[in-house]
Antibody, heavy 116, light 113 residues
């Protein structure tokens, strides 16, 4: 069974940093693009970033460019999102999802709250 | 960025009746590399992550009931629920994967009338 499980969320002050992790199992992680998608409280879905199978290509939504970094460790079947200089508008549930053209598997999400 | 616009924002349909959700992209999402429409549909129930329903606009994900159908091409797409069931109450999103940033529609909330 394909499974992705996010962790690392929490409460952080504006300007702070947080690193999200996503542990993948049940599929050959190194053969798949991976993505992060977020959802602010009561709002819709927003694609954040994706990364190619070997990590050689990364894409970001403009609002996080220069602040967030997506990475992966294929030996550990893990995906990461390093979030720096966090803002209140980054408050959301962050989902790890498989794929780039469509997201076949999603985790339950990890909640990030940016507040003083 | 490609803007995805769904209509309506919400709809209430009687059990057993048809529900139709539209999604319009600000430019064509047909990939020149594979001639496919780079459009997916997701269902999100309260407190749950999204669930993939369709990809390439009309390819049904495994396990999705056949009362759901996806159609359209180019810039105009439709998700249809032919006979609404109580378990279909959810918010539905379209997403384009023609270019980055991948963008979602604002969502359409489907309720029981």
């Amino acid at each position: 069974e394909i499974q992705v499980v996010e962790s690392g969320g929490g409460l952080v002050q504006p300007g702070g940093s947080l690193r999200l992790s996503c542990a993948a199992s049940g599929f050959t992680f190194s053969n798949h693009w991976m993505s992060w998608v977020r959802q602010a409280p009561g709002k819709g879905l927003e694609w954040v970033a994706n990364i190619k199978e070997d990590g050689s290509e990364k894409n970001y939504v403009d609002s996080v460019k220069g602040r967030f970094t997506i990475s992966r460790d294929n030996a550990r079947n893990s995906l990461y999102l390093q979030m720096n200089t966090l803002r209140a508008e980054d408050t959301a549930v962050y989902y790890c999802a498989t794929g780039t053209y469509y997201h076949g598997a999603w985790g339950q999400g990890t909640r990030v709250t940016v507040s003083s | 960025d490609i803007v995805m616009t769904q209509s309506p924002d919400s709809l209430a349909v009687s059990l057993g009746e048809r529900a139709t959700i539209n999604c319009k992209s600000s430019q064509s999402v047909i990939s020149s590399s594979n001639n496919k429409n780079c459009l997916a549909w997701y269902q999100q129930k309260p407190g749950q992550p999204p669930k993939l329903l369709f990809y390439w606009a009309s390819t049904r994900e495994s396990g999705v009931p056949d009362r759901f159908s996806g159609s359209g091409s180019g810039t105009d797409f439709t998700l249809t629920i032919s006979s609404l069931q109580a378990e279909d109450v959810a918010v539905y999103y379209c997403q384009q994967s023609y270019s980055t940033p991948r963008t979602f529609g604002q969502g359409t909330k489907v309720e029981i009338k």
